[in-house]
């Protein structure tokens, strides 16, 4: 069974820091780029990152540019998202996925170029 499994969630303080894991089983992720997604209540899901196949490309949305950032292990099958100055305004249910091209790093940061997904953990960020 193909399965994505998102921890590391929890509530912290504006400027905090945490670090999100994204454990695979049933498949490898070294073929895979790996998103990271969020969703605030109320509002669309947006991506927040991704990582290449190798882990030598990233990308990241301007908002967590400088103080997110994306790594993977491939020998632990797992990707990992690193926050840093956390700001209330990142407060989401965070999500990581599995683009749907094999093999390929030409993927965009689109919710529909991932098709499998975790089932989220929650960031709180609040004085």
């Known amino acids: 069974q193909l399965q994505l499994v998102e921890s590391g969630g929890g509530s912290v303080q504006p400027g905090g820091s945490l670090r999100l894991s994204c454990a695979a089983s049933?498949?490898?992720?070294?073929?895979?780029?790996i998103g990271w997604f969020r969703q605030a209540p109320g509002k669309e899901r947006e991506g927040v990152s991704w990582?290449?196949?190798?882990?030598?490309?990233?990308n990241y949305a301007d908002s967590v540019k400088g103080r997110f950032t994306i790594s993977r292990d491939n020998a632990k099958n797992t990707v990992y998202l690193q926050m840093n100055s956390l700001k209330p305004e990142d407060t989401a249910v965070y999500y990581c996925?599995?683009?749907?091209?094999?093999?390929?790093?030409?993927?965009?940061?689109?919710?529909?170029?991932?098709?499998?997904w975790g089932q989220g953990t929650q960031v709180t960020v609040s004085s």
């Open positions: 990582i290449s196949m190798s882990g030598g490309s990233t």
């Open positions: 049933g498949f490898t992720l070294d073929y895979y780029v």
């Open positions: 996925a599995r683009s749907r091209t094999f093999g390929s790093d030409y993927v965009g940061l689109r919710v529909d170029e991932f098709d499998v």
